[in-house]
């Protein structure tokens, strides 16, 4: 067995498939295409195409629309738990706790019906983006922004949490970010969602299982350590000896390699690269600048490649994100995946219970206390 799992077929699931072609990496949601759905579809055609596992039609879709809406705000206990929770509280802490919160209040938090399952996956895409951009405000002494019916998903987000419409490029720049996070089959954040799901725990639970392990630095954390090196970094000409001196020094440089991508791009790191380039096009080039030395770099000393995370921070940067709100971003688009699995979990379910190779020591003699 090789450590971390690596290579091991957990579980079967007709959600996402990534597969090597012609040496190319591919990523399908339900069979369609990342490249076409971050090009043609919205988010919320997304969210629907992983929960429902069909693309909806276009009554399907303004219906889905009106109840993600309908669903954004949040109730007062929510918005009292935002106001109290410590300012210095990270806002994937927040967001694990408020989603607990939401569970205690839901009386029909262990119906697991396909009509609830789906009722109750509505209403947490739905409530993501509001319980991020009301901590958000309320931590730096704002008052909130109530949603609003009309705006999309990523506009009403952005809305939100600046208080301000947002541009066209912006809404356009966070809707394909959040299609290019929402799925990526067993990853570590969805997998620890399917275990608890596995056992029949609520769907609060599971979500809160995967909002805590999309934190770590290794997964949806990065994103914000990318931040720090390219701030650290802080002109394109530092990049390469930045870059040379970690990888000499055996460290890791953030936002890139990837357990599944192996020596081939991950497609979701190639198109961020293009919206980060259109985004830097339209503000500021400096992140997007620093970051392409960076890339360079990492490929001539280690052949290392992009990851989803890297380009990512650029592009949250360019749209005014503050850094610990990154992996926060990318909670808002892996929600639906997460819950796509969580259903198909329910729907299909056997204890996940693997076994470990002991390898500690065996049949030593107990000694009481007294003579220890
Ligand atoms: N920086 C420097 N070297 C890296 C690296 C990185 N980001 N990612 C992998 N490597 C190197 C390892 O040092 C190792 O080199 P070696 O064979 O010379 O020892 C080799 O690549 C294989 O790495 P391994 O630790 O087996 O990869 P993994 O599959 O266990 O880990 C990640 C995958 C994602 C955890 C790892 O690539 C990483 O830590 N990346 C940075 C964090 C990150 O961006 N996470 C977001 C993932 S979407």
């Known amino acids: 067995m090789k450590d971390g799992l690596e290579g091991v077929i957990a579980c079967q699931t007709k959600i996402s498939r990534i597969e090597l072609v012609n040496g190319k990496a591919v990523l399908e949601y339900r069979g369609y295409d990342i490249r076409d759905l971050a090009r043609r579809a919205s988010y919320e055609e997304v969210a629907y195409l992983l ?12 219906d889905f629309k009106i109840e993600l809406a309908e669903r954004r705000d949040l109730p007062p ?31 029909k938090i262990d119906v ?12 947490l895409i739905a409530k993501f983006p509001t319980i991020i951009a009301y901590y958000q405000r ?18 009403n987000f952005l809305y939100m949490l600046n208080g301000e419409m947002p541009s066209r490029t912006a809404e356009k720049a966070l809707d394909m970010d959040l299609i290019l996070h929402a799925e990526h089959e067993l990853n570590a954040s969805t997998f620890a969602a399917r275990i608890a799901a596995s056992t029949l725990a ?17 997964h949806g954390g990065a994103a914000q350590e990318v931040m720090k090196m390219l701030r650290e970094i802080a002109t394109p000409r530092r990049a390469e000896g930045y870059v040379r001196k970690k ?23 190639e198109l961020l690269r293009r919206l980060a380039k259109k985004l830097a096009a339209e503000g500021s080039t400096k992140w997007f600048e620093i970051s392409e030395e960076i ?13 989803v995370d890297f380009y990512s921070a650029s592009i949250y940067a360019n749209l005014g994100i503050p850094d610990d709100l990154f992996v926060n971003i990318f909670a808002m688009g892996r929600i639906s995946g997460w819950l796509a699995h969580i259903i198909e979990q329910y729907e299909n379910n056997r204890l996940i219970r693997p076994r470990a190779e002991y390898v500690g020591e065996k049949e030593k003699k107990f000694i009481p206390i007294s003579e220890r």
Do not use: W
Not at 52 to 60: A, F, M, R, S, T
Not at 78 to 107: E, F, K, N, W
Not at 247 to 265: A, L, N, Q, T
């Open 202 to 218: 609520d769907m609060y639970a599971c979500v809160v299982a995967a909002t805590g392990t999309l934190m770590g630095p290794l």
């Open 77 to 107: 206990q929510i918005i009292g738990l935002l106001t109290h929770l410590p300012p210095y509280t990270h806002p994937m802490v927040v967001l694990r706790t408020a989603t607990s919160y939401l569970g205690s209040l839901d009386r």
């Open 138 to 155: 309320i931590r730096t002494g704002r008052n909130i922004i109530q949603p609003t019916l009309e705006l999309s998903h990523a506009a």
């Open 112 to 123: 697991k019906t396909r009509e609830e399952n789906l009722e109750k996956a509505k209403n």
């Open 295 to 307: 890339a360079k770099a990492a490929y001539k000393h280690k052949k290392l490649l992009p990851n």
């Open 51 to 62: 929960i429902y596992g069909e693309l909806p039609k276009k009554y399907e879709l303004q």
């Open 247 to 269: 990888i000499e020094k055996g460290e890791r440089i953030m936002g890139f390699g990837h357990r599944v991508y192996r020596g081939v791009m991950d497609p979701r790191a």
